[in-house]
């Protein structure tokens, strides 16, 4: 058995969800590019090539991963590149996508061999979540105004609009992608391409596919144009859990289990969006599920059991790829989970474990 703390990516959970991306992608005529800043967890691109387009980025290095590792078509995208990124960035990139009219005149010689795109924000967004909303009041997440958009139109083929967040209401969206239509019509007639972004949950149960594909269709045929996704949750969702073991059990008014993760160090974006890891729920047997950092917050959240806990036993946390290990750190020193792969057969495959030698290198 291997030892805990490790991220279990569950393959044929991933398939799942690829196997409606392509359906979706075959439907929809859209392309479906991998968002690296969700999820990029290398080891597990194999399982993920056949069934997309390619990935896109949020930084240099991201780009370059998701060139080297995932392969097919590349976008970059960054909120600003600098002057020193700039040509690695292009050699990398199939597609550049500047996030304002500012970048795109900045590097206009540079970037003139490849296809260039503009970031378009239709100043509406679905999150609920002022951190995470890109059309929160002064964004600098993209241009808005459309005389300033046709003044460059020559220079770009496309645009790219993310303004989803785990959108699983199809009519809202529908609505959505209607107003960007009559808004933004005189920009959306002159390009190839239109990558509506991320944030659509379309692999989550119950979810209307075939009528997500119909409405990208539409969309494309009105305009002309090749449309992209950029799943991140949707493509990982449910894939993968964080398996942990009790190190320690007090009562403190409360039973409490101490576990060899933290929440701060492993599942970060669980406490910085005040949610609650999805633990066991079934049984008699309740406990709060505690991190083993020193900070008084690191609690992964209530769960309940069929049997009193023990030292030893084994935790499952579901849903721990998307936002997870992509911001794992390493905070109080506490030692990084492995990473190991669920394969068809139930077999588990271990495929990265970090040492005292990776805590030494991430600083000096
Ligand atoms: C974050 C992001 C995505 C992926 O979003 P998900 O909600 O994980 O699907 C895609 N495109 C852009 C530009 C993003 O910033």
């Not at 990124?85 to 206009?108: C, H, M, P, W």
Request: glycine share 8%.
């Amino acid at each position: 058995m291997i030892p805990t703390p490790y991220y279990l990516i569950d393959k044929a959970r991933l398939l799942e969800n690829m196997r409606k991306i392509e359906r979706l992608r075959q439907r929809s005529g859209a392309k479906a590019l991998l968002a690296l800043k969700c999820f990029a967890t290398w080891s597990a691109f194999d399982t993920m090539r056949d069934y997309m387009d390619g990935t896109t980025s949020s930084s240099l290095f991201e780009l370059r991963l998701g060139r080297e590792k995932f392969g097919k078509e590349t976008h970059a995208y960054s909120v600003a590149w600098s002057d020193r990124e700039i040509d690695e960035a292009i050699s990398y990139a199939d597609k550049i996508i500047f996030n304002t009219v500012g970048q795109l005149e900045r590097f206009d010689t540079q970037s003139a061999g490849i296809q260039r795109g503009l970031r378009l924000n239709p100043r509406f967004s679905t999150s609920g979540f002022d951190l995470a909303d890109p059309a929160r009041p002064f964004s600098r997440l993209g241009e808005w105004d459309v005389a300033k958009i046709m003044g460059v139109i020559d220079k770009i083929t496309g645009v790219m609009i993310h303004y989803n967040c785990e959108n699983r209401d199809f009519a809202l969206f529908d609505q959505q992608l209607t107003r960007i239509e009559d808004e933004f019509a005189p920009v959306l007639e002159k390009l190839d391409w239109v990558s509506l972004g991320g944030g659509i949950h379309f692999t989550g149960e119950g979810y209307p596919l075939d009528d997500l594909a119909d409405r990208l269709r539409a969309f494309s045929e009105r305009f002309g144009v090749q449309v992209y996704l950029e799943p991140g949750e949707a493509s990982i969702t449910n894939s993968t859990t964080l398996e942990v073991s009790v190190l320690d059990i007090l009562d403190n008014g409360k039973q409490l289990a101490i576990v060899d993760s933290s929440i701060e160090a492993h599942m970060l974006d669980l406490l910085i969006y005040r949610e609650n890891a999805k633990l066991p729920q079934e049984g008699e047997h309740a406990y709060q599920i505690c991190g083993k950092s020193c900070l008084a917050g690191d609690i992964f959240g209530d769960a309940r059991f069929p049997a009193p806990l023990s030292v030893g036993d084994r935790i499952s946390v579901r849903d721990a790829a998307g936002y997870t290990m992509v911001k794992k750190n390493w905070f109080n020193g506490v030692n990084m989970p492995a990473i190991a792969i669920r394969e068809l057969d139930g077999t588990e495959r271990l495929v990265r474990e970090f040492t005292f030698e990776d805590y030494l290198s991430s600083l000096s």
